[in-house]
C-alpha cells in the first residue's frame, strides 16, 4: 500500500496563492493514479483535479479550472496542487488521492481511490 501526507496548507486572502504537496510512501508512486479532493464543513467531499500516473492526462472541476494546476514528480514521489486566484468558497480540508493504475486514465470519484491522506487546511479570507 502506499502511503499520503499532504502538507502547505494555510490561510491566505482572497486572491491569494497556495501549493499544496502530497508525499507518497510505501510503494511505486508512478503506478498510482492521483486525485484532489476537498470538504468543506457539512458538505460531502468533491473532487478538485486528477492526474494520470505519467503525468500526461490531468483533468479539472469546473469551479477550479484555470485557477488550479495539478502536477506531480515522480521522481520525488510527490504530488502537488498549485492554487491561484483562491477565493473564500475555496475553504475546505485538501485531501490527496492514490490508486494503482497502471494505464493512462484519470479518475474522479472519491470512491475510485483506495488511499487516502490526512487533509490539510485551505482557509481563504475575504
Known amino acids: 500500500q502506499v502511503q499520503l501526507v499532504e502538507s502547505g496548507g494555510g490561510l491566505v486572502q482572497a486572491g491569494g496563492s497556495l501549493r499544496l504537496s502530497c508525499a507518497a510512501s510505501?510503494?511505486?508512486?508512478?503506478?498510482?493514479?492521483m486525485g484532489w479532493f476537498r470538504q468543506a464543513p457539512g458538505k460531502e467531499r468533491d473532487f478538485v483535479a486528477a492526474i494520470s500516473r505519467s503525468a500526461g492526462r490531468t483533468y479539472y472541476a469546473d469551479s477550479v479550472k484555470g485557477r488550479f494546476t495539478i502536477s506531480r514528480d515522480n521522481a520525488k514521489n510527490t504530488g502537488y496542487l498549485q492554487m491561484t486566484s483562491l477565493k473564500p468558497e475555496d475553504t475546505a480540508v485538501y485531501y490527496c488521492a492514490a490508486r494503482y493504475y497502471v494505464g493512462s486514465n484519470y479518475f474522479i470519484l472519491p470512491r475510485d481511490y483506495g488511499y487516502w491522506g490526512q487533509g490539510t487546511q485551505v482557509t481563504v479570507s475575504s
Open positions: 510505501g510503494r511505486i508512486f508512478s503506478n498510482y493514479a
